[in-house]
């Protein structure tokens, strides 16, 4: 077939089958693909995050997939950067490229460009998982409240990754996030990137999360987060500060059943979905296609802009 020439980013919520849509269309396309997810970027974190197979992996020479151990810290600006970095590689080769994932911050930073927030040291970030240890997220959630409410009044008080992100900021620099985030440069990239969003409908999004968690609950998620946590991996290291991980660590300390604890990451899960919707919806830059289940053929259409 012929080679599409623009880069192609599908995207959608958790569970809504991108991944499977991705593939088929990079086997028709002769596509190489690359991730556009904030936990598929770490190492050991395989049945939580729905991370493809190795064999996955090799036949479509997967980018940005297992960069970084679960106690780093992993920016957008970084992921932004290095994914930049792979999609360049991939195209010299000739191969097309397509961009598949769900967190939209990262798609946002690929396309529009960002310069990186102040590094943050390796004592703040140990004062935020002692504090949390001591305090609990709901304390430290009140006090990143207090210090950036412009912020704070956009996330969920359960999103511990943009509460740490306000508190070491904070710490670090004595600056607001927002502020930081106001200040910075956009470089755009040098390529077109067509997004296209397969909307699936929230009641069928919910059937499919609630089968997919059975299913990782079914292939050992219990045991990948007792492995990590017994390997020295803290419960409040950015890889495992996510939904999917915190839940089960909930479990392994006994603060609830393992039953419950699975409830709730279903529960947490199609929040963040809804999360992810909202975003999307909110980006003139993704077409949205409401005709679910979208066919790979309609895609590639799309892409080769007929």
Same mark, same amino acid.
């Given at each position: 077939?012929?080679?599409?020439?623009? %880069?192609? =980013?599908?995207?959608?919520?958790?569970?809504?089958?991108?991944?499977?849509?991705?593939?088929?269309?990079?086997?028709?396309?002769?596509?190489?693909?690359?991730?556009?997810?904030?936990?598929?970027?770490?190492?050991?974190?395989?049945?939580?995050?729905?991370?493809?197979? *190795?064999?996955?992996?090799?036949?479509?020479?997967?980018?940005?997939?297992?960069?970084?151990?679960?106690?780093?810290?992993?920016? /957008?600006?970084?992921?932004?950067?290095? /994914?930049? /970095?792979?999609? =360049?590689?991939?195209?010299?080769?000739?191969?097309?490229?397509?961009?598949?994932?769900?967190?939209?911050?990262?798609?946002?930073?690929?396309?529009?460009?960002?310069?990186?927030?102040? &590094?943050?040291?390796?004592?703040?970030? &140990?004062? @935020?998982?002692?504090?949390? +240890?001591?305090?609990?997220?709901?304390?430290?959630?009140?006090?990143?409240?207090?210090?950036?409410?412009?912020?704070?009044?956009?996330?969920?008080?359960?999103?511990?990754?943009?509460?740490?992100?306000?508190?070491?900021?904070?710490?670090?620099? #004595?600056?607001?996030?927002?502020?930081?985030?106001?200040?910075? +440069?956009?470089?755009?990239?040098?390529?077109?990137?067509?997004?296209?969003?397969?909307?699936?409908?929230? !009641?069928?999004?919910?059937?499919?999360?609630? &089968?997919?968690?059975?299913?990782?609950?079914?292939?050992?998620?219990?045991? +990948?987060?007792?492995? @990590?946590?017994?390997?020295?991996?803290?419960?409040?290291? *950015? !890889?495992?500060?996510?939904?999917?991980?915190?839940?089960?660590?909930?479990? @392994?300390? !006994?603060?609830?059943?393992?039953? #419950?604890?699975?409830?709730?990451? %279903?529960?947490?899960?199609?929040?963040? =979905?809804?999360? &992810?919707?909202?975003?999307?919806r909110h980006r003139d830059y993704v077409q949205r296609l409401s005709d679910y289940p979208v066919e790979p053929e309609r895609i590639i259409n799309i892409w080769?802009?007929?």
């Amino acid at each position: 077939m012929t080679t599409p020439r623009p %880069i192609l =980013a599908i995207v959608g919520v958790t569970g809504s089958g991108k991944n499977e849509l991705a593939q088929e269309v990079a086997r028709r396309t002769g596509a190489t693909l690359v991730s556009v997810d904030s936990r598929k970027v770490y190492r050991r974190l395989d049945i939580g995050t729905a991370k493809p197979k *190795p064999e996955i992996i090799h036949e479509f020479d997967y980018g940005m997939i297992d960069c970084a151990d679960p106690i780093e810290h992993f920016s /957008a600006a970084r992921y932004a950067s290095e /994914a930049r /970095a792979v999609v =360049a590689d991939r195209l010299k080769t000739g191969r097309p490229v397509i961009l598949v994932g769900g967190t939209g911050f990262y798609l946002d930073a690929f396309i529009n460009g960002l310069t990186d927030l102040p &590094q943050i040291s390796e004592s703040t970030r &140990q004062r @935020l998982v002692i504090e949390a +240890e001591a305090r609990g997220w709901e304390s430290l959630y009140d006090e990143a409240k207090s210090v950036d409410p412009e912020f704070i009044g956009r996330i969920h008080p359960g999103d511990k990754t943009r509460i740490r992100r306000v508190l070491e900021a904070w710490w670090q620099t #004595g600056q607001r996030l927002s502020a930081l985030l106001s200040q910075r +440069e956009l470089s755009p990239c040098p390529w077109t990137v067509r997004v296209v969003w397969p909307d699936v409908d929230r !009641g069928l999004a919910k059937d499919r999360i609630r &089968q997919r968690v059975g299913k990782m609950r079914e292939a050992g998620l219990t045991a +990948e987060v007792q492995d @990590l946590l017994e390997e020295g991996v803290s419960a409040g290291a *950015p !890889g495992l500060a996510t939904v999917g991980y915190q839940e089960i660590v909930e479990f @392994l300390r !006994g603060q609830c059943d393992e039953k #419950g604890a699975y409830e709730k990451v %279903i529960h947490n899960t199609c929040r963040y =979905a809804k999360r &992810q919707a909202t975003w999307f919806r909110h980006r003139d830059y993704v077409q949205r296609l409401s005709d679910y289940p979208v066919e790979p053929e309609r895609i590639i259409n799309i892409w080769r802009n007929r």
